[in-house]
């Protein structure tokens, strides 16, 4: 496989350094990718660089994941408006072993592999080098003219907030990585972001001056939606990969409600579906895109690669709940936290627990909660059989509403017609 023809027709590729391309067909290469340690998790605005390391070493190259726990006590200033804020060293090395463990998820750690992926720490050869060691060992071969010519520092200091020297040393940090990599592990690639393009090439050339070696990278381009807003925030922030912080039904809706043209994109980039058959899903789709087959398989595809089978199943099932008649049993089966997540956005109405205690007919419930303006509404939408009460039909007025209906001892489910739903509360 070449991987560069792999990543270029998935519109994974911006900007590359001349020979790589001939470099990675010419042998097995080390290759490395930074993650920032700022959460106890990634993101989906990880992916992209999580599915470099994969491709690169489906394609036969050996993978490294380097986390930063040097320079996450620095922060990237590349195109951001203000200085991050930093970490202590606990903090760093709990974000490290969660984000470790969860790239041990799509990356084949085997040392037995040639190509085995390996995690690496840039705390563990920072940690024992002197600042007067650094700027005389590596400041001197990179000049500051050559520093303020990259466009993540120029935009900075043309800022209101400046930059301090802090965040400046940062371009150096990152290239020192690479330098150390290169002469540790023979590692010869780095990828990464668009962003990245400045602080990456200088890892390039201080390989060059500092070592006389040849070292290469290329960068993925920063993924933005088709209107230009953030890829990978809602309203609720981050999407995360971390079922705690995301729940697998919720990191599904995210992909579902992908509009059709960055569905178009996304399916190339996110997947692992081969050229052949994303065409022939984008033409099929294009023919009826209101049967959504796009979006139905781009978040079955990044369900399944970050979660696994069984909770893409779940959450195609919750998914649905709202919308067929024979999902009682899904809806019995549902955590208090699935419940309110599949929920969000039905309207809420509360009723006193001692009335369910009680007991209350159907009739005097609807109009109460006010579902139904009134009891002669109530009564006339209950002959026609437009109420369900937890996905059953309420067959007879004299129906009583009690608290053997408590879904998690807490919760009603009641459905008014075809598309109305109220989760009654007892308080």
């Known amino acids: 496989m070449n991987l560069i023809e792999e990543l270029r027709w998935r519109g994974m590729l911006q900007d590359i350094m001349p020979g790589t391309e001939e470099q990675l067909q010419k042998e097995m290469t080390t290759a490395y990718v930074g993650f920032d340690p700022t959460a106890d998790s990634l993101h989906i605005g990880s992916l992209v660089p999580i599915l470099l390391l994969v491709h690169l070493q489906k394609a036969g190259h050996k993978p490294l994941a380097l986390v930063g726990g040097a320079t996450g006590m620095v922060g990237d200033p590349s195109f951001k408006a203000e200085e991050r804020k930093m970490l202590d060293l606990d903090t760093l090395r709990h974000n490290q072993q969660c984000i470790k ?27 024992d080098i002197s600042f007067l060691q650094f700027i005389r060992d590596v400041g001197k071969h990179i000049s500051v003219n050559y520093m303020m010519a990259k466009d993540s520092v120029k935009k900075r200091l043309e800022g209101d907030s400046g930059m301090s020297f802090t965040e400046f040393s940062y371009q150096l940090i990152q290239g020192y990585d690479f330098y150390h990599l290169y002469t540790a592990k023979n590692c010869k690639l780095q990828m990464g972001g668009s962003d990245q393009w400045g602080n990456i090439v200088t890892g390039t050339e201080l390989v ?13 381009p920063l993924i933005k939606k088709a209107d230009g807003s953030k890829f990978g925030k809602t309203e609720q922030g981050n999407v995360w990969l971390d079922p705690k912080r995301t729940s697998p039904y919720l990191f599904y809706q995210f992909w579902l409600n992908t509009t059709d043209v960055d569905a178009e994109s996304y399916i190339r980039i996110f997947t692992f579906l081969d050229q052949s058959t994303v065409e022939a899903l984008i033409a099929e789709h294009r023919q009826d895109p209101g049967r959504r087959l796009l979006q139905k398989r781009l978040a079955q595809e990044v369900t399944v690669f970050i979660h696994g089978q069984q909770e893409y199943e779940f959450a195609v099932q919750a998914s649905e709940l709202l919308f067929r008649n024979d999902t009682a049993a899904i809806l019995q089966s549902l955590t208090e936290t699935q419940l309110l997540e599949i929920m969000e956005g039905v309207p809420q109405v509360d009723v006193p627990r001692s009335d369910l205690a009680a007991g209350k007919d159907i009739i005097s419930f609807l109009a109460d909660t006010n579902i139904l303006p009134s009891k002669g509404e109530a009564r006339k939408m209950l002959q026609n059989g437009g109420i369900s009460i937890n996905k059953h039909k309420v067959e007879s007025l004299d129906f009583e509403v009690n608290q053997s209906l408590l879904l998690q001892d807490q919760y009603i489910f009641v459905q008014r017609g075809k598309k109305n739903y109220y989760l009654v509360k007892a308080v």
């Not at 990356?107 to 940690?127: C, H, I, S, T």
């Open 101 to 127: 463990a969860q790239l041990e998820k799509f990356l084949d750690f085997d040392p037995a592999l040639p190509n085995a992926a390996e995690m690496v720490n840039n705390y563990d050869w920072f940690k």
């Open 208 to 220: 060059r001056r500092k070592a006389g070696g040849e070292a290469f990278a290329f960068t993925c």
